[in-house]
T-cell receptor, first 111, second 115 residues
Framework: ELKVEQNPLFLSMQEGKNYTIYCNYS?????LYWYRQDPGKSLESLFV???NGAVKQEGRLMASLDTKARLSTLHITAAVHDLSATYFC???????????WGAGTKLIIKP | DADVTQTPRNRITKTGKRIMLECSQT?????MYWYRQDPGLGLRLIYY???????NKGEISDGYSVSRQAQAKFSLSLESAIPNQTALYFC??????????????FGPGTRLTVT
């Protein structure tokens, strides 16, 4: 059974700084998803990582996947206030075609 | 127009009442899901449907039932609402494995309060 763990669960940082959110998972998952959720809003897909070594970038966000280490990272470069949100990672449970979700990382970026 | 819609967006109901949450999608996806979100607990799967005749229980199905009326419609019912069902409920859809990246696309959510 796949389990997904994110850390940290809460992160407060200053604008302009760099930081990384980590997503560890317990068993084989050959794809990994990152979503963003603004307060009281829906979830928006950010990245889909489909293979070992996959790296995707969008603006100040970059996601990567290491299936051997069972680890995905979401790196924030030179953070800006607009990136404040909760970020979720989800692994794919192939046995029943479900996404298994991490608890989310609440990111607050202070001016 | 939004690809995945949910009605109602907000609902306050009393303990013991029956309530239905509705979800419609125009993405043409076969697969639909109902999730519940509680603060600090991420998303938990209630039910999922891979097509109109294939409905499956998720992690927390007790106290809930669903109906897949058509490819585009998937409803969630609380037969007798209780206060610990107060949460934010999301409907989602996805394509099928092999058709794409199997991303899930979410509706705007329904905030349900049971008093």
């Amino acid at each position: 059974e796949l389990k997904v763990e994110q850390n940290p669960l809460f992160l407060s940082m200053q604008e302009g700084k760099n930081y990384t959110i980590y997503c560890n998972y317990s068993t084989t998952s050959d794809r990994l998803y990152w979503y963003r959720q603004d307060p009281g809003k829906s979830l928006e897909s950010l990245f889909v990582l489909l293979s070992n070594g996959a790296v995707k970038q969008e603006g100040r966000l970059m996601a990567s996947l290491d299936t051997k280490a069972r680890l995905s990272t979401l790196h924030i470069t030179a953070a800006v206030h607009d990136l404040s949100a909760t970020y979720f990672c989800a692994g794919w449970e192939a046995s029943n075609y479900q996404l298994i979700w991490g608890a989310g990382t609440k990111l607050i970026i202070k001016p | 127009d939004a690809d995945v819609t949910q009605t109602p967006r907000n609902r306050i109901t009393k303990t013991g009442k029956r309530i239905m949450l509705e979800c419609s999608q125009t993405k043409g996806h076969d697969r639909m899901y109902w999730y519940r979100q509680d603060p600090g607990l991420g998303l938990r799967l209630i039910y999922y449907s891979f097509d109109v005749k294939d409905i499956n229980k998720g992690e927390i199905s007790d106290g809930y039932s669903v109906s897949r009326q058509a490819q585009a419609k998937f409803s969630l019912s609380l037969e007798s609402a209780i206060p610990n069902q107060t949460a934010l409920y999301f409907c989602a859809t996805s394509d099928s494995p092999g058709q794409g990246a199997y991303e899930q696309y979410f509706g705007p959510g329904t905030r349900l309060t049971v008093t």
